[in-house]
């Protein structure tokens, strides 16, 4: 998270002296910023790993259906030149992605990591903004910040989702675990996912595997024989492609487009018939198609 010394502004609060020298966040410094509203902060909160924020309070009652867990007044006492002002436990990552979220900013520099995004939506739950569906949908920064994950944690943020209710998050990420053996899924997450969401898991990769045993069964038509070209030839062709096709369908499901592609263009190259290779090519691009289809399926 950027931040910067402290500033002037923010040496207003009596807060205790930390170790740490302070920093203030350089989105929310304390100065006018469109981006955020067409006023000054006039709240100061600072994390626990002493790095100052400074908010606005209609803002934050806006986003809060518990007056940012009960620490800022109903009624509103404070000013820019005398702004409230409290420390959270929260460190500066988690209050930064918070209020990123609360401001519905896009944070395109930083990217955190599922047990920090974890740590950022209890924080949005306990300071009341409900229902995280509000604040966690597509195009917003958690969203692309977990969908980014998933990438690489495919398993992990799907189970995030779930088990946070995110529903959207959930069927996005759920594409990204198709390459993923969930045979093997750790107990742990199997339990926090909850059996609604494991079920449609499941039940995604299911369908997966019969599409893919539909997608490689090889529908190929001969052609009139010439001298060049018999049935007998004709018919070791297509059993060839089906072979391989097989064992395609057995790297399942650590198969992915690029791998497919390479070798069913290989074994293209090899059928020196013309009328076969024309006939070869319509399949292959069928069976490439259809895979790229089912990449995209979801929960
Ligand atoms: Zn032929």
Redesign the pocket.
Known sequence: MATRPLTKLLQHPPFPTYERPAQVSVVFDGSLNPRLADTLPDVIIRSSDNVYFAVHRGQILFTSTNRFSALLSPSPRCTAARPSAFTVPEPSDVLSDLFHTVYGLACDLHWPSLESIQATLDALKKYGMLPLEAHVFQDTFLYHAIHRQSRVFPLEAYTLAAENHLEDVAVTTSAETIHSRIIDLDMTLACRMGVMYLSRLHRLHDMRREGLKQLFLVRMTG?AE?PD?DLD??RE?YIDLQLGCKALFMMEPALYVGDLEVELNEFRSQVT?P??NVIVSAEIARIIADFKRLEKTAI
């Open positions: 052609h010439t070209c030839q004709q062709t018939c009328d076969c």
